[in-house]
């Protein structure tokens, strides 16, 4: 009796055990179940992460190859407009409000006869001549007064035979900068035609005056001339007649002198003619 109760004891302590263990298993899977879930939203938060940053990094990526295509473009189009700006035919410049040159391209430099790195800071005004400082002078405040395009000619002080003319115009650059663009070219041959056309003008009118004073002092006879066809005198317009002689010395600038034809000398004088004819042909032989 004893032993049945011995027995049913340690089966029932045995049972207990082995719930407890279960229990303790039960919580070992469950918290490895927990654990594995827990690593799995881990490694899932990781792995989403992981992709936005290749995402982004592909982003970055194109991104800096749109840049480096704008950048290309950028200086292909500086190196365009430094092309034209420095090989351009004619002068380009950047001067402040006391003509202090700031720019300038390959041909102002040329024009000006300097080289350019040298042009820098040095002001435009040195190197106009004396005659043209007040032009440029006027110029130069127009500029700088209005937003509008101001135009002069202008001679240059350069070590050459003939004068040096350029065509200024400028405008007022956009900012707070004091400054302005001046396009500068040479205008010495149209100069040099203007002058040539200047002085043969003046020949021109001083001929014409010459010519008109001439016309002025000539008497002409125009028309038709009544003439009497036995003495040879002549009606003006009046009515009136007049020889020859008068006639003409009335209307126009000619003045007679008197001889006698050999017809008339014949007529008149006769004999005496012939003896002065026959004298005058002994003398001839």
Same mark, same amino acid.
């Given at each position: 009796?004893?032993?049945?109760?011995?027995?049913?004891?340690?089966?029932?302590?045995?049972?207990?055990?082995?719930?407890?263990?279960?229990?303790? #298993?039960? @919580? !070992?899977? $469950?918290?490895?179940?927990?654990?594995? &879930?827990? *690593?799995?939203?881990? /490694?899932?938060?990781?792995?989403?992460?992981?992709?936005?940053?290749?995402?982004?990094?592909?982003?970055?990526?194109?991104?800096?190859?749109?840049?480096?295509?704008?950048?290309?473009?950028?200086?292909?189009?500086?190196?365009?407009?430094?092309?034209?700006?420095?090989?351009?035919?004619?002068?380009?410049?950047?001067?402040? #409000?006391? @003509? !202090?040159? $700031?720019?300038?391209?390959?041909?102002? &430099?040329? *024009?000006?006869?300097? /080289?350019?790195?040298?042009?820098?800071?040095?002001?435009?005004?040195?190197?106009?001549?004396?005659?043209?400082?007040?032009?440029?002078?006027?110029?130069?405040?127009?500029?700088?007064?209005?937003?509008?395009?101001?135009?002069?000619?202008?001679?240059?002080?350069?070590?050459?035979?003939?004068?040096?003319?350029?065509?200024?115009?400028?405008?007022?650059?956009?900012?707070?900068?004091?400054?302005?663009?001046?396009?500068?070219?040479?205008?010495?041959?149209?100069?040099?035609?203007?002058?040539?056309?200047?002085?043969?003008?003046?020949?021109?009118?001083?001929?014409?005056?010459?010519?008109?004073?001439?016309?002025?002092?000539?008497?002409?006879?125009?028309?038709?001339?009544?003439?009497?066809?036995?003495?040879?005198?002549?009606?003006?317009?009046?009515?009136?007649?007049?020889?020859?002689?008068?006639?003409?010395?009335?209307?126009?600038?000619?003045?007679?002198?008197?001889?006698?034809?050999?017809?008339?000398?014949?007529?008149?004088?006769?004999?005496?003619?012939?003896?002065?004819?026959?004298?005058?042909?002994?003398?001839?032989?």
């Amino acid at each position: 009796m004893a032993l049945k109760n011995n027995q049913s004891g340690d089966a029932t302590e045995l049972r207990r055990q082995a719930e407890v263990k279960l229990n303790e #298993r039960l @919580s !070992a899977e $469950q918290a490895g179940k927990k654990k594995t &879930a827990a *690593l799995h939203t881990v /490694e899932s938060d990781t792995q989403r992460l992981l992709h936005e940053l290749e995402v982004h990094q592909i982003e970055l990526e194109m991104q800096n190859e749109e840049l480096m295509q704008s950048r290309a473009q950028v200086e292909a189009g500086l190196r365009q407009y430094t092309d034209l700006y420095d090989f351009a035919p004619i002068g380009y410049f950047t001067m402040a #409000r006391d @003509s !202090a040159i $700031q720019q300038v391209n390959l041909a102002g &430099a040329i *024009l000006l006869g300097i /080289e350019r790195g040298a042009l820098i800071n040095r002001r435009f005004g040195v190197f106009i001549s004396t005659q043209s400082h007040t032009t440029f002078n006027n110029f130069l405040e127009k500029v700088f007064g209005n937003r509008q395009k101001e135009a002069c000619e202008v001679q240059l002080l350069k070590d050459v035979s003939a004068p040096l003319w350029v065509h200024i115009e400028a405008i007022k650059e956009e900012g707070q900068r004091e400054s302005c663009r001046a396009v500068v070219s040479d205008i010495t041959e149209r100069k040099h035609v203007e002058e040539v056309l200047r002085e043969a003008t003046k020949e021109r009118e001083k001929l014409i005056k010459e010519l008109q004073s001439a016309l002025d002092n000539v008497k002409t006879l125009q028309g038709l001339i009544p003439i009497c066809s036995n003495c040879r005198k002549i009606r003006d317009d009046k009515g009136f007649w007049s020889q020859v002689e008068e006639y003409i010395a009335g209307h126009t600038d000619a003045e007679f002198t008197h001889g006698i034809c050999p017809e008339c000398a014949k007529k008149l004088y006769g004999d005496l003619y012939e003896k002065a004819l026959e004298k005058q042909n002994k003398k001839n032989i």
